[in-house]
């Protein structure tokens, strides 16, 4: 694949807006309906992102978003929205980790989505990749010690295997599907792509 990341911009609203990340019936087949149905909206508010409010927020300074574009094809691939972040760790955390503070600086994954077209290629762990170089360069000028995101429990594994763990502190939770906010220390995993 001949890929070029560019930074999102009117030039590429037709790409944007042919663009669908739904999971294809092989993913989806291992779930209950419920939770199908759930995943299909989670979705849907994706790509709803994409083609709505992710130039917008770019804009405004609230995210920045990267475009992963298949040449050959002339198609979006993928795409992550990224923007600063701070978290908060319990004590234990904090003493684990050897950091004094209470709020440690990151830059989360606002919005990370691959296009059904692509799924199962190793696009999502790129993006994690891509992000953790920028990270790397960020903290050049800035402070930077995590990569955070929010998911919903059927991603959790995915993470995990990534090397995210579950923060202690939560947001609130609804009983019927909220996301959980994991962390990723970036020193680690830079290492370990190192040693791959």
């Known amino acids: 694949m001949n890929l070029m990341i560019r930074t999102i911009s009117e030039d590429y609203l037709p790409m944007i807006n042919s663009f669908s990340c739904t999971e294809n019936n092989e993913i989806l087949i291992q779930f209950t309906a419920k939770v199908r149905r759930r995943i299909i909206e989670h979705s849907r508010e994706m790509e709803r992102f994409l083609k709505r409010e992710a130039l917008s927020e770019q804009e405004n300074g609230l995210s920045t978003t990267h475009l992963f574009i298949d040449k050959d094809n002339n198609k979006i691939v993928a795409y992550v929205s990224m923007c600063n972040d701070s978290i908060g760790l319990e004590f234990n955390e904090r003493e684990e980790l050897e950091l004094r503070y209470t709020t440690i600086p990151a830059v989360k994954i606002a919005r990370l989505a691959v296009s059904s077209d692509y799924q199962g290629c190793g696009m999502g762990k790129y993006l994690i990749q891509f992000t953790a170089y920028l ?7 800035s402070g930077l010690t995590f990569i955070t995101l929010d998911c919903y429990e059927h991603r959790v594994s995915f993470y995990e295997k990534i090397g995210f763990v579950k923060n ?6 609804l009983p019927y599907d909220t996301p959980i906010s994991m962390r990723l220390l970036l020193d680690e ?5 190192e040693n791959v």
Do not use: K, N
Request: glycine letters at 6%.
């Open 135 to 141: 990270g790397e360069r960020i903290r050049e000028f």
């Open 168 to 173: 202690q502190i939560q947001p609130i939770t």
């Open 189 to 193: 995993y830079l290492e370990q792509l």
